[in-house]
């Protein structure tokens, strides 16, 4: 978000563990009072609904709301510290809200990809953003993200980029 902003774009942030969203307001203090940035405090999924989201202390970036990821990472001998219930909303709900042109969608939400892009099929519609989407959380995420990307009929030229598939790059 930060690089995003200095080099001029707005940006809306989602990130529903209060903690991590009060950091993330911290830091992005003066371009959230400038009117360039918003942090939501809740995650972005299909519907609106609670979710409960399995944080890990000794790694937040691994926080998930995919309990299929959070047994890869126990396998990896990481531990769930604790479970909280958090909020989700559909981006097409916030962006409905807004009257906002969207030109960019970043995801990175461990292996909730997939629920986030199904949320924001009515935003992708209207507004085709350019996207970089993780597709690394689950074994066939390289395959069912541009799935779903390409059924929205919107005509995506899509590219791999890092390691095996690790982003899906659409435009």
């Not at 959070?70 to 909020?87: A, N, P, S």
């Not at 970089?132 to 390289?142: A, E, N, R």
Request: hydrophobic fraction near 40%; charge should be neutral; aromatic fraction near 12%.
């Amino acid at each position: 978000s930060l690089y995003a902003l200095e080099r001029g774009a707005n940006v809306l942030a989602f990130e529903p563990v209060p903690e991590i969203a009060g950091a993330l307001e911290r830091s992005l203090k003066k371009y959230i009072e400038a009117g360039r940035a918003k942090v939501y405090p809740f995650g972005l999924g299909r519907e609106r609904e609670e979710k409960t989201i399995f944080l890990f202390s000794a790694f937040a970036a691994s926080n998930t709301l995919n309990q299929e990821v959070t047994g890869c990472h126990l396998e990896r001998g990481m531990k769930v510290d604790r479970e909280e219930r958090v909020l989700i909303v559909p981006l097409d709900e916030v962006v409905s809200n807004l009257n906002l042109p969207i030109s960019f969608l970043k995801a990175d939400v461990e292996g909730f990809e997939r629920e986030l892009l199904l949320g924001a099929q009515e935003t992708i519609r209207r507004y085709k953003p350019r996207l970089s989407i993780c597709t690394y959380h689950l074994p066939d995420d390289w395959r069912e993200i541009p799935r779903i990307v390409e059924s929205f009929g919107m005509g995506y030229r899509i590219k791999f980029r890092g390691g095996f598939f690790n982003h899906m790059y659409g435009w």
